[in-house]
């Protein structure tokens, strides 16, 4: 019930599309839904962020569609460049109450080209 | 501000040979968390510390992984003695206390085990 599934494992666009990557989860007390995005020889960085009473949020080029009632919640990178190649991972919490906690997705190895 | 400082950034060993990592979580930061991260995979918590004291062990291999958090400052983690399947990148992150919903984790660079 702490797993986070991740798809699709690798995702190759040419510069200006946009990648999409999907997660879903099974525990209902997850409460913070963040996106990571490492590059080689990195740690992962906090890309953008939801909770689950907001069904969208974006950031820049960056938006996080939240579909509560499948439990799924996805990225998209908007107008994407080649500088945007990286591991991206989904994770979800349950918050305070678990320690913060963070469960990982497998990650998606994005490779935007010229 | 300085980020979360590891070293070393890399380890080669025989397996059954012993090595330990380190880390300094950014200052102010109560909680910190080393993560395994095995290639081609998401981090896994391994160990998660709130000041000195153990919030969450339960995925650490207690028979050949150790760690501890001196002061509330550093934290050190050992594998003794090492298997091959221990070849991963050791991630440790930190964050502040906070109430409310959502935080931040801040990973470092990280350190590449390879057990050979």
């Known amino acids: 019930q702490q797993q986070v599934k991740q798809s699709p494992q690798s995702l190759i666009v040419q510069k200006g599309g946009i990648p999409i990557i999907n997660c879903a989860y099974e525990?209902?007390?997850?409460?913070?839904f963040p996106w990571y995005q490492q590059f080689p020889g990195k740690g992962p960085a906090l890309l953008i962020a939801i909770r689950p009473d907001v069904s969208e949020k974006k950031e820049g080029r960056f938006t996080i569609s939240f579909n509560k009632s499948a439990k799924q919640f996805s990225l998209h990178i908007m107008d994407s460049q080649p500088g945007d190649s990286a591991t991206y991972f989904c994770?979800?919490?349950?918050?305070?109450?678990?320690?913060?906690?963070?469960?990982f997705g497998g990650g998606t190895r994005v490779l935007v080209k010229p | 501000e300085a980020g979360v400082a590891q070293s070393p950034r890399y380890k080669i060993i025989e397996k059954r040979q012993s090595v330990a990592f380190w880390c300094n979580p950014i200052s102010g930061h109560a909680t910190l968390y080393w993560y395994q991260q095995i290639l081609g995979q998401g981090p896994k918590l391994l160990i998660q510390?709130?000041?000195?004291?153990?919030?969450?062990d339960s995925q650490l291999p207690k028979d050949r992984f150790s760690a501890e958090r001196l002061k509330g400052v550093d934290s050190t983690l050992k594998i003794q003695p090492a298997k091959l399947e221990d070849s991963a990148v050791y991630l440790c992150?930190?964050?502040?206390?906070?109430?409310?919903?959502?935080?931040?984790?801040?990973f470092g660079p990280g350190t590449r085990l390879t057990v050979l």
């Open positions: 525990n209902t007390a997850f409460d913070y």
């Open positions: 510390f709130q000041n000195n004291g153990v919030v969450d």
């Open positions: 994770a979800a919490s349950s918050g305070k109450a678990a320690g913060n906690k963070l469960t």
């Open positions: 992150a930190s964050s502040l206390d906070r109430a409310g919903w959502g935080y931040e984790q801040f």
